[in-house]
């Protein structure tokens, strides 16, 4: 299984970008990058993931390196309510079916947004 | 708020009874997920069901009982635990087949306590 490298805990002042880097450097070229992010006490929420090419959604933006061995999740204006427990996953194929496929969880990252 | 409903949210069994989480999702996703998650630790998958059919089993201990009556509903049956089972189970839904392109979403879970 491809595993993942994050610092354990980051930083981010209150209205600032928030820069989050992750290592995988032994990814498959058919794997995923997912981001999630979990706040204390909830489920984990999904925030973004990708294949290859750069993407953004409404709460944030994945850089993916050429690569591929590395990305960074940007929170562009972090607010105190995005401190949380960010996950960067690689999602693990299984058969065509989906049958086996798996998200397994690395460390992930304590971010800590200050007012 | 979240698209997969679990039920309870907290539970507090002896080592002697048994009980049943359940888990719910109206997304018309065909693959649900089973994670344990202790205190200060990432989820850690358990079970994962593909229509309705076992397809993974992370060599969980036969006192978890995963069952999958349709697809909508997910119960993971409990029978003779230890506190050292006491944790967060959280349960998930995907779109399958997905060759890993669609996201889990994941409940809030249900907060265990063995005693």
């Known amino acids: 299984d491809a595993k993942t490298t994050q610092p354990t805990s980051m930083d981010c002042a209150e209205g600032r970008a928030a820069n989050l880097p992750c290592n995988h450097s032994t990814i498959s070229g058919n794997e995923y990058v997912y981001w999630y992010r979990q706040i204390h006490s909830q489920g984990p929420q999904y925030i973004i993931h990708?294949?290859?090419n750069n993407e953004t959604n409404e709460m944030a933006s994945l850089i993916i390196t050429e690569d591929r061995k590395s990305s960074t999740l940007i929170l562009p204006h972090a607010t105190l309510r995005d401190t949380a427990v960010y996950y960067c996953?690689?999602?693990?194929?299984?058969?065509?079916?989906?049958?086996?496929?798996?998200?397994?969880f690395g460390t992930g990252t304590l971010l800590a947004v200050q007012p | 708020d979240t698209e997969v409903t679990q039920t309870p949210k907290h539970l507090v069994m002896g080592m002697t009874n048994k009980k049943s989480l359940k888990c719910e999702q109206h997304?018309?996703?065909?693959?649900m997920y089973w994670y344990k998650q202790k205190a200060k630790k990432p989820p850690e998958l358990m079970f994962v069901?593909?229509?309705?059919?076992?397809?993974i089993n992370e060599s969980v201990p036969s006192r978890f009982s995963p069952e999958c009556p349709n697809s909508s509903l997910l119960n993971l049956h409990l029978h003779a635990l230890q506190p050292e089972d006491s944790a967060l189970y959280l349960c998930?839904?995907?779109?399958?087949?997905?060759?890993?392109?669609?996201?889990?979403?994941f409940g809030n879970g249900t907060r265990l306590t063995v005693t």
């Open positions: 998930a839904s995907s779109q399958a087949p997905d060759r890993g392109r669609s996201p889990l979403h």
């Open positions: 990708g294949l290859k």
């Open positions: 996953i690689v999602r693990v194929l299984g058969d065509y079916g989906g049958a086996t496929n798996k998200l397994i």
């Open positions: 069901y593909s229509y309705e059919k076992l397809s």
């Open positions: 997304m018309g996703h065909r693959a």
